[in-house]
């Protein structure tokens, strides 16, 4: 059996392994901000509005009116710029970040793919979809761009004030996941979601294309769905996306001229929407806006390598993902899982919750049973055991999460009522960590009863465990939808853990499998935070 754990810890690691490099990373121009990867999308954004309010009075900033404005602004996925703190530029880079998220968690690997390989979406990059074929594909997809790209100004319009500035109160429900509140469909101004939208776009076609020496015109749209299908025809299909092209930092100056022209461009959208006086006007100020920056010149061919693009020098991917090599996030508070799990992603520090577990079985087993020889179950004999001390003790704990992060800290009773039995009482402080921007919230206050079970071993040197929580949670934050102070219930389970005997009335307790679910909130919009920790702690008294 020993043999058999440590053969499956190592084939799972392997398998888990060969999964994530074959996972394919999502396609996007220019990154949005994660834990691995620049806020391309973000910058851009953000020097594009900063130029418009310093030329247009009507785009100042717009306070946060709620609550739950402060409550969300607080809890970004996304750092903003020391000036971007106020409702209208958060509402304006969440919109921008929209396209490329729909509402999904960037560290979901799976769900993010799925909504940038739509082909039903490419409009919203500046890609090709299925049908914009050669000849005449580039013109198909630059057109569809064009029209959402004016779809969206247009909708911004809609939520101007009778004065021509974007309004407060008047908003639309986006769905976003935000730091530690996770899912939620957020109400923001209108008009700065829309735009967002639509300046996302508008930069995507900077690096989706292959363009003239100045970056005006487009000469070739590329095509992402052919490149990740694996079935892309260059002759028929047009050029792959390129990864290369959405590097915002460390650029060579064909890219730095590219990226130069997008916010340019970006900037010069924003001011179309508030400059004129007519709504007629701006839409006819957006149209020259595009007029200049996103227009299609023909004559580029696959047959003369299209017009021997500068770009086709620049790494071919299947895409350029939220980062690079998928979503990571940290956690651990033991000095091992906290390195680990601030450079494995998701799957990784999974595999090894499980291989740390099964390391700690194929250890058990093997200074139970005799090698070359099958396990067998050993009698409890209290013989050969040292006596169970007093019945009362006290236990200390830290963990920290290996799945969403966060650390915990408790103080706990325990009573022995029989000799296999424990039950407790737990206080627990569970802050919570955002990781883009790195920050740490006061989380939850958790008081939770456990119960117990220990599986005896012959000489008592150490026992197996099993261990069950239930009580209350207490939000310690206010998140969005989330008011602080909000109590709800604690749920938690550590199925089996190790507990080394340290003295005759002092035991080490290591919880490589806990499993950690405070619900502060329960009506409403139900909100949990899961979490996977890995534990450690001292028990004094209470022994079996």
Known sequence: MSRFAAVLARATAVLAGLGIAAFPAPARAYTVQTAVSPGCHEAISMAALRVARSASAAVGPLPLVTGDDAAMAQDLPFTPDADMHDLGAIAFVLGVRDNDLKGVSPEDLAAISSVQADPTTQDEHCLRTDGDVEPGGTAKAVARCRAFILGKFTG??????????????????????????GGASVPLPGFYVSMGQAVH??????????????????????????????????AVDGPPHRVGLDECTGLDRERETKLS???????????????????????????????????YKPGCTYANRWCNAPEQAYEESVGCAVGRNGALHGGGLVAVVLAFGALAGRRWRRVAAASVLTLLLTTTEARADAPGTP?????????????????????????????????????????????????????EWNPWIAEVPLAVDEGSLNIYGTLIHRWLTHEGAYDLRTSIHAGSSTALVALFGVPRGTTGIYLGASFLAIEFRLAHSMSFVLEPGE??????????????????????????????
Not at 396 to 411: F, H, N, Q, R
Request: aromatic share 6%; proline share 7%.
């Open 261 to 295: 022209a997008a916010e340019k461009a970006a900037t010069d959208l924003v001011l179309a929407a508030l400059g004129p006086a007519s709504h007629e006007a701006k839409i006819a100020a957006a149209g020259q806006v595009l007029d200049t920056w996103l227009t």
């Open 156 to 181: 911004a319009l809609g939520y101007l004030d009778a004065a021509g500035a974007p309004s407060a109160s008047a908003r639309i429900n986006l769905e976003v996941t935000l730091a530690i509140r």
């Open 201 to 234: 776009a508008l930069e995507d076609s900077f690096a989706h294309s292959y363009r003239t020496n100045d970056a005006t015109k487009i000469t070739a749209s590329l095509n992402f769905l052919g490149v990740q299908r694996g079935n892309l025809d260059e």
């Open 515 to 544: 499993i950690a679910f405070p619900l502060p909130q329960l009506k409403g919009v139900p909100f949990g935070y899961l979490q996977y920790r890995v534990s450690i702690g001292l028990q004094w008294g209470a022994t079996s």
């Open 375 to 427: 396990p067998a179950p050993l009698p409890v004999s209290p013989a050969t055991r040292p006596e169970p001390g007093s019945p009362l003790g006290v236990y200390v704990s830290a963990g920290g999460a290996i799945d969403k992060a966060a650390v915990s800290g408790a103080l706990g009773l325990r009573l022995r009522v029989a000799r296999s039995w424990l039950v407790g009482l737990d206080v």
